[in-house]
């Protein structure tokens, strides 16, 4: 069961996640925040999996408590759903460490599936901003990898593509022949080493160093 806080500063778009949550199996939503010092709290005392969090809040905004819930509570993934698609909220938001980014006019199998998906280590972002995010990384992107990735061997490279692909561990194991445990410690070695605290992050330098080509 994926245990789920909802972060909004409206009642009733609380309300009404947690009505469609209601009938996903597999997902439970433990509690709710109205705005980012809440949500900080509320991970702290029941553990979610995943929060829901929106950004544009009251007091501490969404990308503030996203970093410190990341920072705090490295096991607890967020889920960024909000109506903003504003460059700096996008951008704000990945570097906070949010593993993923969607926009409140998904439709409830989109949710669910990036709730899933999130829990379950794999990073969302919505198509409608996907471009916004790349078209950023390319343009802040060296000439070259220079010594950023140089100390990664070529497997962790191949688990690093795939990754950034948005591919699980699982699934990454499958396509490397590997077991699940030996990509979680590339995957781990693979952050050490970038210096990065999640995959979102790693993923995001993937792209800028034009690691993520479909060349498998």
Same mark, same amino acid.
């Given at each position: ?9 409206? @009642? ?10 209601? =009938? ?9 925040? +109205? ?7 509320? @991970? ?5 999996? /995943? /929060? ?5 809040? #009251? ?23 909000? !109506? ?12 906070? +460490?949010? +593993? ?5 006019? =998904?439709?409830?199998? +989109? ?6 998906? =999130? ?22 992107? #060296?000439? =070259?990898?220079?010594? @950023?990735?140089?100390?990664? !061997?070529?497997?962790?490279?191949? /688990? ?55 060349? !498998?």
């Amino acid at each position: 069961m994926i245990r789920v806080l909802i972060c909004d500063d409206q @009642v009733v778009v609380r309300e009404g996640l947690r009505a469609i949550l209601s =009938t996903a199996r597999d997902i439970e939503v433990v509690g709710e925040a +109205g705005d980012g010092a809440d949500a900080v709290e509320k @991970v702290a005392l029941l553990a979610p999996d /995943v /929060v829901l969090m929106d950004l544009k809040m #009251p007091g501490v905004n969404g990308v503030q408590a996203t970093r410190t819930i990341r920072d705090r509570y490295p096991r607890t993934r967020v889920l960024v759903l909000t !109506t903003y698609d504003a460059d700096e909220w996008v951008f704000d938001a990945v570097r906070s +460490g949010a +593993g993923g980014y969607l926009l409140k006019d =998904t439709s409830r199998e +989109g949710l669910v599936s990036a709730i899933k998906g =999130t829990a379950s280590g794999k990073s969302f972002i919505d198509p409608s901003i996907a471009g916004k995010l790349l078209s950023h990384v390319a343009r802040s992107a #060296p000439t =070259t990898q220079s010594t @950023v990735v140089a100390d990664l !061997t070529e497997r962790e490279l191949g /688990v690093l593509r795939l990754l950034a692909r948005g591919l699980s561990n699982s699934d990454i194991a499958e396509r490397l022949y590997l077991s699940e445990g030996t990509v979680r410690n590339y995957v781990s070695s693979i952050l050490t080493k970038l210096d990065v605290t999640d995959r979102t992050q790693a993923a995001v330098l993937a792209l800028r160093y034009g690691l993520a080509a479909d060349d !498998t």
